[in-house]
């Protein structure tokens, strides 16, 4: 197996991510991480060609809210942390940085960032989108601060239910996706390439970004986009 292929984060309790060492580096990993992901957001919303599935949910259920899009991104973060109780999951700092920070962060974003009327510039903010999407998971997953609310609840579910990780992700998703596009999110040509694209890709920005800790048990992992 190529060395790249996985890496290992270290298993930490959320007081033991905070005394690992190097934290004022991980602590500016982990916001400029978010910060990212918010323009990622923006990227794909603003493209029109399709979302992330949890971004189709997101824009669905705005339709319906009397709130922004990062609004029902933080909401929804707060309901998944919710479901978290009975899986026995614990929250980090940036479990609660991301339930927290990253819709307002989609929502600032959105507001300078123009809509395209081309279809080529709206495929170039897709294709943008992606990538960085990626590089903001391998960023702020590279923190070790604590997984964000959605992958907590993969894992979660990975470990009481014991199926694969790939089995439950992908119901996970196309849960959401179906409900996204039936209050009225948009998918497309977007959404297919993010669902194949976005972990290949953090994959290979995950060795370079990840922070090496002082302590701790490592856990070998292959990540794949993460919220």
């Given amino acids: 197996m190529d060395k790249n292929s996985c890496l290992p984060l270290a298993s930490l309790g959320p007081l033991a991510q905070l005394s690992a060492g190097r934290l004022p580096e ?3 990993r982990l916001l400029l991480g978010l910060w ?4 990622s957001v923006a990227l794909m ?20 809210l009397p709130l922004s899009l990062g609004g029902v991104m ?17 929250p ?3 479990t609660i940085a991301n339930s927290l920070l990253l819709g307002p962060f989609a929502d600032l ?28 998971t391998a960023l702020y997953i590279g923190a ?31 849960s959401v996706l179906v409900a996204g596009i039936g209050l009225g999110g948009v998918a497309g040509i977007g959404t297919v390439l993010f669902a194949f694209g976005v972990g290949p890709l953090t994959q290979l920005f995950l060795p370079r970004l990840t922070v090496r800790l002082e302590a701790g048990n490592p856990t070998t992992l292959g990540q794949r986009g993460s919220r």
């Fill in 74 to 90: 933080v909401l929804t973060s707060l309901l998944i942390l919710l479901a978290w109780i009975p899986l026995r999951q614990m």
């Fill in 26 to 28: 991980r602590l500016l």
């Fill in 144 to 174: 070790q601060l604590g997984p964000g609310p959605r992958d907590g609840l993969m894992t979660g579910l990975v470990r009481r239910t014991g199926r694969p990780v790939w089995r439950v992700r992908t119901a996970i998703e196309a």
């Fill in 109 to 136: 974003n959105l507001a300078w960032l123009g809509s395209p009327e081309s279809l080529l510039t709206r495929m170039l903010y897709m294709s943008a989108g992606i990538v960085v999407c990626a590089f903001a």
């Fill in 45 to 64: 919303v603003e493209g029109a060609v399709g979302a992330s599935p949890w971004d189709v949910f997101h824009v669905g259920a705005a339709r319906h």
């Fill in 92 to 94: 980090g700092l940036g």
């Fill in 36 to 39: 990212v992901y918010g323009l």
